[in-house]
């Protein structure tokens, strides 16, 4: 996580604020997959942003500050913090949740009695974010709940952010920027045939620190992690820029097409033929 002490405090002093002075209100939610050459120019809004990436590269300059865009990461914007974005080859997919901060006796918006801060996060365990995104997704979209429909609401969103407090606190709040520079410089160049000693360099370790520093931080090996977004940007390359399963093996550098389809289903539980039939 990206995570200065003012930025630790002011979230601190948000989630304080509920349940006996204020509750959380969402405004809108989307499950979205963003245009093709997506971007945001800089910018503000009035309420808050949390934005789960399911898909995609790119990156978040926050306040000067660059936040990668990375499945399974998740970003909260506060109200009036300058921002922008950018997609890099992959066009990011996410949930994304608005929302205010509101008095429980008057109900009108307190969002801004917080000072602006952001939180950008990895989580451990992306795909229990995942669901419960989608779990909200839902929750908003169905009418049927009828008056308890906001106090559903609020629950999930409390219970998100909760989650996401608990676990950087018990993370101790320490986050490596060296060696995210190293897992951009992947995401980049996904076709490329990684050395770990160039990825060692990039982050300013030896070798051998930076495979143990990499594992550590991101609960999967360098290695792993750079045959995972190879596979992740062959899915990319079958179903969003319509590419033979022979043209995404030949790029992906497999002289065979059949060791590439084998390696394609066991990571996505299906082969690349019936993923490119049913887009």
């Excluded at 913090?81 to 997919?93: E, F, K, N, R, V």
């Excluded at 550590?216 to 792993?224: L, T």
Aim: glycine letters at 4%.
């Amino acid at each position: 996580m990206i995570l200065n002490d003012n930025n630790w405090k002011r979230f601190d002093e948000l989630l304080n604020m509920t349940p006996y002075k204020g509750h959380f209100q969402i405004h809108d939610i989307h499950n979205v997959e963003l245009r093709k050459k997506w971007g945001l120019s800089q910018r503000k809004i009035h309420d808050y942003l949390l934005a789960y990436i399911r898909d995609g590269n790119g990156h978040y300059d926050i306040d000067g500050n660059i936040c990668p865009i990375v499945p399974g990461n998740m970003i909260l914007i506060s109200p009036d913090l300058i921002h922008s974005a950018q997609q890099y080859d992959i066009t990011p997919s996410l949930y994304s949740i608005r929302f205010g901060l509101y008095d429980n006796q008057l109900l009108k918006d307190i969002s801004n009695e917080v000072n602006p801060f952001y939180i950008y996060h990895s989580p451990s365990n992306s795909q229990y974010y995942r669901n419960l995104m989608n779990e909200t997704y839902k929750c908003y979209i169905n009418v049927s709940y009828g008056t308890n429909h906001k106090r559903l609401l609020n629950a999930y969103m409390t219970k998100i952010l909760s989650d996401i407090y608990c676990e950087m606190s018990n993370e101790g709040k320490s986050y490596d920027m060296r060696l995210e520079r190293a897992r951009v410089y992947i995401i980049k160049h996904p076709l490329k045939e990684h050395d770990i000693n160039e990825l060692a360099k990039i982050s300013g370790y030896s070798s051998a620190y930076f495979s143990k520093k990499f594992k550590a931080q991101y609960n999967i090996s360098p290695k792993s992690y750079i045959f995972e977004n190879k596979m992740k940007y062959s899915r990319t390359l079958l179903t969003e820029y319509n590419y033979s399963i022979k043209e995404v093996a030949n790029k992906l550098g497999y002289s065979d097409q059949y060791i590439f389809s084998n390696q394609f289903k066991k990571t996505f539980g299906i082969t690349p033929a019936k993923m490119k039939n049913s887009r």
